[in-house]
């Protein structure tokens, strides 16, 4: 492996470390990093490869960083980028969740994170300025990205963002002929990655129906899950609670919200959460029950992406010397822009509409803005704040 590997997937270890505030505030940073510092990959690149991911079910962010690893160095690159990416958060919340026992029983609050829900709206606010100047450049994207931001504000639905989506490229795809032609497409489509997905959600679902075993049916859960999620972590999570909480009740409410908690202060996936809800599922078959909890809630709701995600990305860059397929581009990016500017006001409903609060966001969003200050910084001051204060 080349040397220029190494520094990739130092950088996406750093990201993995670093990246808080969910998908649309991980953009940003890999905008900052991957791009204008690192230049793997160009904006529209890095813009366009969000937009189709955003399209597919699954982990948002983890598709895109594993799609950047595929173009620069192929299959084997992006397996490890995906390694990279998601096992940090994921292992924490491991460890949070045999730990979570014992802070209930000791009566330790968690009440020192409060500041950090406040900084992430700062995040996603910064990320919407962001990609909204790098994609709005004619008047039908600005329309798209007012008109989807209103949409997806007021319909929740985890089918809103795709449709939107699919409506934005259809519209301005009707431009296409004011896209130069190209010549030499050769459009070939390997079915493999496809046939895998489909493959392991028929047998993980007759394997959950018929067999009496735990792990199996934790499996076929995520896995059902990953593959049926629009949206990202926000929409996977009230569906998590609806399913093992007030469902299945393999977790109190409690312990639920509090994981919650535990992972919007970290960096990385917010799908790690998966995690902390398969370990805390098997705690009664002791800790290697639980590590294996997690192994299987965190190994079924990131393999739907991963294939489908590897699926698409062998034939993108073919697909896009379409004419038709370029002139969309435009009307996806401009919608997905739209869906940042709403995620922003959206994160903000469940923090408490202080000044202080308020302040905040607009503090962060400053920071970010108009200095150098890392991220990790401002998160690491946020904690100590909730600490000392």
Not at 43 to 51: D, G, T, V
Not at 265 to 290: H, Y
Not at 346 to 364: C, E, R, S
Request: proline share 4%; hydrophobic share 55%.
């Amino acid at each position: 492996m080349s040397l220029r590997y190494y520094i990739f997937l130092k950088d996406v270890l750093i990201l993995a470390l670093t990246s808080f505030g969910g998908p649309q505030a991980h953009i940003a940073l890999m905008l900052k990093l991957l791009v204008d510092r690192r230049r793997y990959i160009t904006e529209q690149e890095l813009i366009e490869l969000n937009a189709l991911c955003s399209i597919l079910p699954g982990p948002t962010s983890t598709q895109t960083i594993t799609a950047i690893g595929y173009k620069i160095g192929g299959a084997n690159l992006a397996y490890i980028t995906l390694l990279v990416w998601i096992l940090p958060a994921t292992i924490i919340m491991a460890v949070a969740a045999v730990a979570i026992t014992y802070l209930q029983e000791q009566g330790i609050s968690l009440h020192f994170l409060r500041y950090l829900q406040p900084m992430a709206v700062g995040f996603v606010a910064y990320a919407a300025y962001m990609i909204s100047a790098k994609v709005i450049y004619t008047k039908t994207a600005v329309v798209l990205m007012v008109i989807s931001a209103i949409l997806s504000y007021f319909f929740s639905s985890p089918w809103v963002l795709p449709v939107l989506l699919l409506a934005g490229g259809a519209i301005t795809a009707l431009r296409f002929k004011q896209h130069p032609l190209e010549k030499d497409k050769k459009l070939k489509i390997q079915w493999a990655n496809f046939i895998l997905f489909v493959a392991v959600l028929v047998s993980a679902a007759l394997l959950g129906h018929y067999t009496s075993s735990l792990p199996v049916r934790l499996f076929e859960n995520f896995y059902r899950n990953g593959s049926l999620i629009f949206g990202g972590g926000q929409v996977l999570v009230p569906l998590l609670y609806s399913e093992f909480v007030d469902f299945k009740h393999y977790l109190t409410g409690e312990e639920f919200l509090s994981g919650y908690a535990i992972v919007q202060a970290l960096p990385g996936p917010t799908f790690s959460f998966c995690s902390f809800v398969g370990n805390l599922a098997m705690r009664r078959f002791g800790i290697g029950g639980q590590l294996l909890g997690s192994f299987v809630a965190t190994v079924g709701i990131f393999l739907p992406g991963t294939f489908l995600i590897f699926f698409v990305i062998r034939f993108w860059d073919e697909l896009k010397k379409y004419r038709v397929v370029r002139a969309s581009l435009e009307g996806i990016s401009a919608v997905s822009a739209g869906l940042v500017v709403a995620a922003a006001i959206l994160l903000y409903h469940p923090v408490d509409n202080t000044p202080l609060n308020f302040g905040i966001v607009v503090a962060t969003f400053c920071l970010l803005m108009f200095t150098k200050i890392p991220a990790p910084i401002l998160i690491l001051t946020g904690l100590l704040l909730g600490f000392v204060l």
